[in-house]
Nanobody, 127 residues
Framework: VQLQASGGGLVQAGGSLRLSCVAS????????MGWFRQAPGKEREFVAA????????VYADSMKGRFTISRDGAKNTVYLEMKSLKPEDTAVYSC?????????????????????WGQGTQVTVSS
């Protein structure tokens, strides 16, 4: 599985961005997909995850209500819609795939739950 994230950029506080992650491979539709972020000098942080069907999602508490994860099976793509962005949201955002599970669980909040990672896309929020 190869993952390619895009859609990052520079945005003012209060603005919105939509990130995309295109996955190659036939296992996409059966995989849990997640988004993580990493700010300079900080550890990688969980953002959101979605089940293989797209029917179930898990979010980091601090991002509920502002971020929305979704997926399009026909396009092998998972999205992260981000609204009301804050300067503290500045980070490299990466997508990840867990091909061993179809359902999403609280355990998908940890980095070790995922086998495959994309290269990340930079999001910078100016104040």
């Amino acid at each position: 599985v190869q993952l390619q994230a895009s859609g990052g950029g520079l945005v003012q506080a209060g603005g919105s961005l939509r990130l995309s992650c295109v996955a190659s491979g036939r296992t996409f539709s059966r995989s849990v997909m997640g988004w993580f972020r990493q700010a300079p000098g900080k550890e990688r942080e969980f953002v959101a995850a979605i089940s293989g069907s797209g029917g179930s999602t898990v979010y980091a508490d601090s991002m509920k209500g502002r971020f929305t994860i979704s997926r399009d099976g026909a396009k092998n793509t998972v999205y992260l819609e981000m609204k009301s962005l804050k300067p503290e949201d500045t980070a490299v955002y990466s997508c990840a795939a867990d091909t061993a599970h179809y359902g999403v669980y609280a355990t998908h909040k940890v980095v070790s739950a995922y086998e495959y990672w994309g290269q990340g896309t930079q999001v910078t929020v100016s104040s």
